[in-house]
Nanobody
């Protein structure tokens, strides 16, 4: 059973930085892509960023481009989300997710970590 565990969330002031981590365990194969999503209260879950395990191709939502950076450590099966210049509108629960196949849905999800940005 694949498990994804996020960490690194917290309460910060606007303009600050946070680094989220997502550690994957319990699998014997390399999935295609890992992504970060977020969900604010009373809003739909939205895509934030994603990275392919092989090649490290990255994708970002327009709202975070230039402020957030996704990276991975293949040896540790861990994906990171460096978040700089945080804004109050970045407040949400952040989830990491694992897509096994290219073009497929995200198959596994973490439990989420809360990020709160005060103004």
């Amino acid at each position: 059973q694949v498990q994804l565990v996020e960490s690194g969330g917290g309460l910060v002031q606007a303009g600050a930085s946070l680094r989220l981590s997502c550690a994957a365990s319990g699998r014997t194969f390399r999935s295609y892509m890992m992504g970060w999503f977020r969900q604010a209260p009373e809003k739909e879950r939205e895509f934030v960023a994603a990275i392919t395990w092989s090649g490290g191709t990255t994708y970002y939502a327009n709202s975070v481009k230039g402020r957030f950076t996704i990276s991975r450590d293949n040896a540790k099966n861990t994906v990171f989300l460096q978040m700089n210049s945080l804004k109050p509108e970045d407040t949400a629960v952040y989830y990491c997710a694992d897509a096994v196949e290219r073009g497929g849905a995200y198959d596994y999800w973490g439990q989420g970590t809360q990020v709160t940005v005060s103004s």
